[in-house]
């Protein structure tokens, strides 16, 4: 049973536009939630971070929200950018790191 | 700073065989932790290793194993290759191992395909 869900596997969006990527979690206990990107033949790069205490964080292009409630958290991207076309995975912990499927995000110049 | 080091990039083997994979960490980095990423499972989580012992393990059967040196360099084994182990094998490193205080730093990961 996957703990932390991305249920899109792919998105594409224009360059300049808003991206939005979802991820689902399941376990109440998860306090702290990362983003990473992958770049093919790379391994995960951190991203963002946002503690549970938080229901935002913001780092230039990039924010987290999370709901808390509803067990959710999206990464918006504003503006999208060509560079930005990764594999994004998103990740919880309690005492160690759960990811996500991942997501593949094509930004169309 | 040289970053996380795994060798080899790429492995072919064969259904039966036994494989090992290793794993360099940043300098002064004591946690290491693999995971296995295949098409649409993600990054599942294998095991971490702090100061030579092993501190958390994920779902695996004990075909995987692993273990790390007095340098922190760390190797994992498969025994008995099943098809379904063909995947990226990715290990990372922090200094403390404390995922809400630290970064995890990867490596390119190793490409294992069984035959």
């Known amino acids: 049973d996957q703990q932390v869900k991305q249920n899109s596997p792919s998105l594409s969006v224009q360059e300049g536009r808003i991206s939005i990527l979802n991820c689902d979690y399941t376990n109440s206990m998860f306090d702290y939630f990362l983003w990473y990107k992958k770049y093919p033949a790379e391994g995960p790069t951190f991203l963002i971070s946002i503690s549970s205490i938080k229901d935002k964080n913001e780092d230039g292009r990039f924010t987290v929200f999370l709901n808390k409630s509803a067990k959710h958290l999206s990464l918006h991207i504003v503006p999208s950018q060509p560079g930005d076309s990764a594999v994004y995975f998103c990740a919880a912990s309690s005492n160690m790191l759960t990811f996500g499927g991942g997501t593949r995000l094509m930004v169309k110049p | 700073k040289a970053g996380v080091t795994q060798t080899p990039r790429y492995l072919i083997k064969t259904r039966g065989q036994q494989v090992t994979l290793s794993c360099s960490p940043i300098s002064g980095h004591r946690s290491v932790s693999w995971y296995q990423q295949t098409p649409g499972q993600g990054l599942q989580f294998l095991f971490e290793?702090?100061?030579?012992?092993?501190?958390n393990k994920g779902n695996f059967p004990g075909r995987f194993s692993g273990r790390q040196f007095s340098n922190s360099r760390s190797e994992m084994n498969v025994s008995t290759l099943e098809l379904g182990d063909s995947a990226l094998y990715l290990c990372?490193?922090?200094?403390?191992?404390?995922?809400?205080?630290?970064?995890?730093?990867f490596g390119s990961g190793t490409q294992l395909s069984v035959l």
């Open positions: 990372a490193s922090s200094l403390q191992g404390d995922v809400t205080n630290e970064k995890l730093f």
């Open positions: 290793y702090f100061s030579e012992t092993q501190r």
